[in-house]
């Protein structure tokens, strides 16, 4: 069958154009232990972009790590600081961003996303986060007498604004991930549309 402009069946004929970034950047959103970090390193390898890990250059520039400013400051005031930390990384061209698990929580936030960017909600279940993350203690607001309730409620919480902000929805898995990432490589075919 021919396609013809404008058709449905145009949309899933493989393309061999990569599909374009939004000012050339990939910005990921997602729960604590989607792999925002860990899989945003693998994506900027493999699109030879820089990596820029959102809290990481907020610890960088404060001299002091999430869990002391939210001891500090409390929640109010990291989400300040995390603002206005998103506002300078949003404005970076050719980057793969990570951004922290309540960047979204700010309509602010969630519109710079939007504007600078092809913004990806890496996916998982919350057992599946629980697995990744229950060993780890620089995750402030899993700082309860029950964390894994506290990880369902904050993705009860936060998958609408993810799903709300994000281009794509990927499960976050590396062969997932990986997989996905060909659609923005030149000369690999893809079934995506541009967005």
Do not use: C
């Not at 030879?48 to 520039?61: G, H, I, P, S, T």
């Not at 281009?167 to 995506?192: Q, Y």
């Amino acid at each position: 069958m021919n396609a013809i402009p404008g058709d449905a069946s145009r949309a899933a004929l493989p393309s061999h154009a990569p599909v374009p970034l939004h000012r050339g950047n990939l910005f990921l959103v997602g729960l604590p232990g989607a792999g925002k970090s860990t899989l945003g390193r693998q994506l900027a390898r493999r699109l030879n972009k820089r990596f820029v890990d959102a809290d990481a250059e907020l610890e960088q520039k404060l001299g002091v790590s999430i869990p002391t400013i939210f001891e500090i400051e409390g929640e109010a005031g990291f989400r300040d600081r995390e603002e206005a930390t998103l506002a300078e990384l949003t404005q970076l061209v050719d980057v793969v961003l990570s951004t922290g698990g309540g960047a979204v929580l700010r309509p602010g936030n969630r519109a710079r996303l939007k504007e600078n960017g092809t913004v990806i909600y890496l996916h998982a279940d919350p057992a599946i986060l629980w697995e990744r993350v229950r060993h780890n203690r620089n995750r402030p607001l899993l700082q309860t007498t029950d964390p894994r309730n506290r990880l369902a409620t904050l993705y009860d919480e936060r998958d609408a604004l993810y799903r709300e902000v994000a281009d794509h929805v990927v499960e976050s898995d590396r062969e997932e991930v990986l997989r996905f990432a060909r659609a923005f490589e030149p000369g690999v075919p893809n079934d995506l549309e541009a967005p």
